[in-house]
């Protein structure tokens, strides 16, 4: 990292994580300005079941063009209130040393992390970035409800700029705290081909992204269950027992195709495949506050896109989108859709929206955000 400005990124997750909101984002500022991406801090401990020295390894590492990795060890037990002080001390500690080592002068500090505080010492445009509804989201998280709200709280009267994901979680939190939040919505990689696929698609739903609590199950269901063929892709990360169930229940049953994880290059020729992309989720806080990655990323591929009702989806504000209001509308929907023949301008005109909110367009956005809190008013 040898540029005179650099935007210090506080993610959520790992790097070498599942590849969600943060990385996405943050391999695209990457190609704009550079970037240190400071990993959650990590203990021996983490390192013995998270996957050795090489997965946790302290110290800093290009990991993508214009991005470097930070990676801080810190003692065991860093969660504990009494330790998160001084997990806080050796954190801050070890971003101002990468920073010195670079040269890099500070642009921004973005947090976007439920459990990470704006590290001291560190100058630059305070941005606070809500990629979900933390405390909604809390327990299927496993993190506790009252630190991560006082953390936010914190957050938000430090923050030079507060962001949400979506529409929605912007208007909660600027009722909950009486602060402007701007909306900073996920994005997709668009394919760069607006060649049509060799074959048509196969008349089959397709349901990518992580299985856990947020989709609903009587959906799944009745996409089956109307004869519907289903290839699932994604790993699951479910904690309750009753999504477990219903998890194993569907995955089993006949018509439907686990597949699991597959490597990132592998998915767009699973996805050109498929007749139509899945967003099946139930009506939750959470949910209403989120904004699904997959939605943009089955247009971005040319796929039609049935989904439960969303505010993210109305903000999206595209005929592009199909919008089931119960289990069998949703179900019909997705029938009809496999029904239509192929229409390969109507694939073309999926991807052109994609285009306008691709990851390189919600970087330009975020550089403007600080930009425009730069020349805006004194910076702490």
Avoid at 94 to 122: D, H, T
Avoid at 175 to 199: H, K
Avoid at 233 to 262: F, H, K, M, N, Y
Wanted: hydrophobic content about 45%; glycine content about 8%; some cysteine.
């Amino acid at each position: 990292m040898t540029s005179p400005s650099a935007i210090v990124y506080l993610a959520g997750t790992r790097w070498d994580g599942v590849a969600g909101t943060d990385r996405r984002l943050v391999t695209a500022i990457g190609e704009r300005v550079p970037v240190l991406w400071v990993d959650p801090p990590f203990s021996l401990a983490t390192r013995r079941r998270g996957g050795g020295r090489e997965a946790n390894r302290a110290g800093r590492s290009p990991v993508a063009p214009g991005v470097s990795r930070l990676q801080t060890l810190v003692l065991p037990g860093a969660s504990r209130p009494g330790m998160r002080v001084v997990t806080r001390l050796l954190l801050e500690r070890s971003i101002r040393s990468a920073l010195r080592s670079s040269g890099a002068s500070v642009l921004a500090v973005v947090v976007a992390s439920p459990r990470e505080s704006f590290p001291r010492g560190v100058a630059g445009v305070r941005v606070l970035y809500v990629t979900d509804d933390w405390i909604a989201g809390a327990e299927m998280m496993g993190l506790p409800v009252a630190h991560l709200a006082a953390g936010l709280e914190h957050n938000v009267r430090e923050a030079d700029v507060v962001a949400a994901v979506s529409p929605d979680l912007a208007a909660q939190l600027e009722l909950r705290f009486g602060a402007a939040v701007q909306v900073l919505a996920n994005g997709c990689d668009p394919v760069e081909s607006d060649a049509a696929p060799s074959a048509p698609p196969d008349d089959v739903a397709g349901l990518v992204g992580q299985l856990n609590e947020r989709l609903d199950p009587a959906v799944l269901e009745a996409v089956r269950a109307g004869g519907t063929r289903l290839v699932v892709i994604g790993p699951r990360t479910d904690r309750q027992p009753e999504t477990r169930e219903s998890l194993d229940r569907i995955l089993a049953a006949d018509g439907v195709t686990w597949q699991g994880e597959v490597p990132a290059g592998e998915l767009p020729r699973q996805l050109s495949r498929m007749g139509v992309g899945l967003t099946p989720y139930s009506d939750t806080e959470f949910n209403r506050a989120s904004f699904p990655l997959k939605i943009l990323e089955y247009l971005a591929n040319g796929l039609p896109v049935v989904s439960t009702d969303l505010p993210a989806v109305r903000w999206l504000n595209t005929d592009l989108i199909e919008v089931g209001t119960d289990p069998e509308d949703f179900a019909r929907r997705v029938r009809a859709v496999l029904s239509r023949p192929f229409d390969g301008e109507e694939r073309l005109r999926r991807i052109a929206f994609a285009r306008t909110h691709s990851w390189r367009t919600r970087a330009d956005q975020l550089l403007a955000i600080v930009r425009e809190a730069r020349q805006a008013r004194p910076l702490r």
